[in-house]
């Protein structure tokens, strides 16, 4: 598995300029090459003809670029001509690469990148976070980039492939996502009871990177791996999206709730860690009693979870948890991610 990390540049004027300079030029040629190859008859293979990529390596990777561009429209049959408009480079290991052994006091890494000066490359500095530094201990840095123009500041995209690591876990811990509590675990563990109030203080900010909401539940999802070490989590496939099941003012009143995030922060962390996390239907999750199997919506009455059938009792969230890791099939515990989508 492949995954993208962000690596902010800090580039002086001078090479701001020289890199803004790069990035139109590539921009254009981009372009030029997809008006060209959209009136060829037939786009197939992964290469252009060599006659449209003579003129050094920025053209010729231009020019593979639109190549690809236009055989992706003309597959799904587009009818209109594409056009690039991103203000980003896509860098091989000729034309971009993390220069080894150096660093200075203020950065901790530096691109060596091509410019449209000939035989005159650009270095530019960087800042690691700790994510990626963690990522490297288990994955291995791919020898290819993307730069990035956003917003007048510059960021390189690297990409870090992980080895597939087979679980053997011999348990799955259901986790249920709420708003009052961020995380309600299968055994009976409750976590981020401060995640609401915390959404509530927070919700008029603007942030850069990840909100605090965003990084408190980072946090809510190491604590519940290092409270489970070696098992698997079993989670909702859809939260709190979804005409179907929520009503237009409960999407309202919660449509700045991350609902999906500490789901993805766990796959996050289970590829580096070694464990699976498994997606399921969650249809009645909530209003299922996990004793006797008995469905209603009347089972639930706010956090409370009281059986109509047989009289079980608990909370709703620790309820749903439990009915999360019993959706996941006892056969066949450990899927192939295309497989988990629809286990109910």
């Known amino acids: 598995m492949i995954k993208t990390y962000t690596i902010k540049l ?27 190859f959209w009136e060829f008859d037939e786009v197939k293979g992964s290469y252009p003809p060599k006659e449209h990529s003579t003129g050094g390596r920025l053209i010729r990777d231009a020019s593979v670029k639109a ?6 429209a003309k597959a799904t049959k587009q009818e209109d001509k594409p056009a690039f408009d991103g203000f980003e480079i896509d860098l091989n290991q000729f034309s971009a690469y993390i220069i080894e052994d150096f660093e200075t006091t203020e950065f901790d890494t530096w691109f060596n990148i091509i410019s449209l000066e000939k035989h005159k490359r650009l270095k530019i500095s960087g800042k690691k976070t700790p994510v990626f530094n963690a990522a ?4 291995m840095l791919k020898k290819s980039f993307k730069l990035i123009r956003k917003n007048g500041d510059y960021y390189m995209e690297c990409f870090v492939e992980f080895p597939e690591v087979e679980s053997g876990n011999t348990n799955v811990i259901g986790v249920d996502v709420g708003i009052n509590h961020a995380a309600v675990t299968s055994d009976g563990v409750f976590y981020g009871s401060d995640v609401r109030d915390l959404q509530k203080r927070t919700k008029h900010r603007a942030y850069k ?14 604590e519940i791996v290092d409270d489970h070490p070696k098992q698997d989590f ?9 005409k179907d099941s929520r009503t237009k003012a409960f999407r309202r009143k919660h449509n700045r709730w991350a609902y999906n995030h500490l789901s993805k922060q766990l796959e996050q962390i289970g590829i580096v860690k070694g464990f699976d996390v498994i997606r399921v239907n969650p249809k009645y999750t909530s209003q299922t009693c996990p004793v006797c199997g008995f469905i209603s919506r009347g089972n639930r009455n706010y956090e409370s979870f009281k059986c109509l059938e047989c009289g079980f009792t608990g909370h709703a ?5 439990i009915n999360i890791s019993g959706r996941v099939p006892k056969d066949n515990p450990y899927l192939k991610p295309t497989e988990r989508n629809d286990l109910l």
């Open 67 to 72: 190549w690809q561009i236009v055989k992706g």
């Open 209 to 222: 990177g990840l909100s605090a909401v965003k990084q408190r539940l980072n946090a809510i999802a190491k």
């Open 10 to 36: 800090y580039p002086n004027k001078n090479k701001a300029k020289k890199l803004n300079s790069l990035v139109s030029f590539w921009r254009d040629h981009v372009d030029h090459k997809i008006k060209i």
């Open 136 to 139: 490297l201990e288990t994955g």
């Open 234 to 242: 079993a989670v909702e496939q859809l939260l709190f999206k979804g």
């Open 317 to 321: 969230d620790h309820v749903g948890a």
